[in-house]
């Protein structure tokens, strides 16, 4: 047992690491016996778990977060920790495997078929359309270089290395937020800028003040803050705003234990245990602290430039609008039953859990009062979240499905395809006849109908976790992710899925996604 093989001093060094001891046990334990799949039952689509929105809808929650945001109520939170490595992957390796690249031996790799090579050739030929391309040439001058004479000799290694390495720009080594997007009319704007920009327009109070909260690493806050120092004034003077903005970093007490092969705690070189950062959902308990009442939840990279913004505004609208629609109902529902419990408004609870979220009482409990209203306080009284949901078009990562947990309720959920049996050709059959993809923009009500913060722990699904084999020093390991923050994290909200429209959903997961139009200005599209 793997337990066996624990010290005083690898519990001494849990404690000293802020983990919770018996947390710590229950990590080992699913690392040893992983919990089942995740068993899909349907996927989620128009009509049966994805909500279309008609006219009056829309006015209807367009209206409602007008309100809600004059009164205050909204606050952006942005995951914003995650490097931009794996965005310049292509060109990291072609530089590794290459470290002389010029543009004559580019192309003959990219004629030939490299992949990677093919990837840093389009960057290579279209230079000129990134946004940060004068910061580029300032930093290749301060290196002593000249970008116009490098592009003309066909430099590319000096070129990739002024960009992703130091002394340089060191695009690599940054957090995409500080990474520059787009061309805006005042200059280069990088994408912590266009959450700002983006918040002004949906999340601004009476009197124009506006609330972020972004999560960052801690070796990276002074240069968010060093950005914000140099750019924020002039960004509130051009939208009539006030921004507060707040920082967090992922608790260390949040990494996850890893272990060897066979099960056993994975030991580094000086024979400590091993810990690893816990995925993203580790940030829900930054999401429960941020102190928020609404809060909208969009990854960094998900920005467009100024000229594209409408739709996106007009959606993040639409859902914090349904949002405190439903908020206001499932309250009043709420505030009905501590009041008055009766047959009446029992019944009036469970409907509105059928038509709002497709909730069911479990069967059996047709005839059993105190059932009913149980079932109906416990399920009213939890975290609400309305998510929009995109027609899929290819796009790697999770998908809305109705799930079956482990009490025998059928719910609506993002799920992830890691968190589903690869093997089973049926399950695998319902991810790729899937319609709707999860784009990560969610509107979330963390308060409840008395005005007190959920604990958000206790809406976790802890089965949810993701294992993957990973290595460390040469050695292989068996590693564990938290729940995702919009997977097994939010497992027990209540939950409502919107369609929302593809122009929403732009993302930035490699260099040349910031060629495509929706990252282009006018001129350069």
Request: hydrophobic share 40%; net charge negative.
């Amino acid at each position: 047992m793997a337990e066996d093989l624990l010290t005083n001093e690898d519990l001494k060094h849990v404690r000293a690491r802020g983990v919770d001891e018996g947390d710590f046990r229950r990590q080992l334990a699913i690392l040893r016996d992983p919990p089942p799949y995740t068993r899909l039952l349907r996927a989620c689509t128009a009509g049966d778990g994805i909500r279309i929105l008609d006219d009056a809808e829309l006015s209807a929650a367009l209206a409602a977060h007008d309100a809600a945001a004059a009164a205050g109520r909204f606050t952006c939170f942005v995951p914003a920790s995650g490097a931009a490595t794996r965005m310049f992957r292509a060109p990291l390796a072609m530089l590794e495997r290459e470290p002389q690249l010029d543009a004559t031996r580019l192309e003959a790799l990219a004629t030939a078929g490299d992949g990677d090579a093919r990837e840093v050739s389009e960057a290579w030929r279209s230079l000129d359309r990134f946004a940060f391309l004068p910061s580029l040439r300032d930093a290749l001058a301060g290196c002593g270089a000249d970008l116009d004479g490098a592009v003309q000799a066909g430099a590319v290694a000096t070129v990739l290395g002024g960009l992703l390495r130091e002394p340089g720009l060191g695009y690599a080594s940054l957090p995409k937020g500080l990474l520059a997007f787009h061309r805006s009319p005042e200059g280069p704007r990088t994408a912590c800028e266009e959450h700002l920009v983006d918040a002004a327009s949906y999340a601004r109070a009476d009197g124009g003040s506006v609330r972020l909260h972004l999560t960052v690493s801690p070796q990276h806050l002074a240069g968010f803050r060093a950005l914000l120092e140099r750019v924020q004034a002039a960004h509130e003077r051009r939208l009539g705003a006030r921004f507060t903005i707040e920082f967090s970093h992922q608790a260390p007490s949040t990494d996850t234990v890893a272990v060897d092969l066979e099960g056993n705690p994975f030991r580094d070189a000086d024979g400590r245990l091993l810990f690893r950062p816990g995925g993203h959902g580790a940030l829900l308990e930054n999401l429960g602290r941020c102190g928020a009442d609404l809060a909208y939840v969009k990854n960094i990279d998900n920005v467009v430039p100024d000229h594209l913004k409408g739709p996106v505004v007009h959606w993040k609208k639409v859902l914090g609008g349904l949002l405190a629609t439903l908020q206001a109902k499932v309250f009043a529902a709420l505030r009905r039953l501590d009041t008055d419990p009766d047959a009446e408004a029992v019944a009036s609870a469970l409907a509105l859990l059928q038509v709002e979220f497709g909730i069911a009482p479990p069967a059996g409990t047709a005839g059993d009062a105190a059932a009913r209203l149980a079932f109906a306080r416990r399920t009213l009284d939890r975290p609400l979240r309305v998510c929009g949901m995109v027609p899929c078009e290819g796009d790697p990562g999770g998908g809305p499905f109705w799930v079956r947990s482990g009490n025998g309720e059928a719910s609506p959920q993002i799920v992830e395809t890691a968190q589903v049996d690869a093997s089973d050709p049926a399950q695998q059959a319902l991810i790729a006849g899937s319609t709707y993809f999860n784009p990560v923009d969610l509107a979330c009500g963390l308060r409840d109908h008395r005005g007190k913060a959920f604990d958000l722990a206790r809406h976790v699904d802890p089965e949810a976790v993701f294992l993957s084999e990973k290595s460390s020093g040469g050695r292989k390991l068996r590693a564990l992710e938290r729940p995702g923050l919009w997977n097994g994290s939010m497992a027990d909200w209540s939950t409502v899925f919107v369609a929302v429209p593809t122009a929403t959903f732009n993302p930035v997961k490699t260099l040349n996604d910031l060629l495509k139009p929706q990252h282009q200005a006018p001129a350069n599209r």
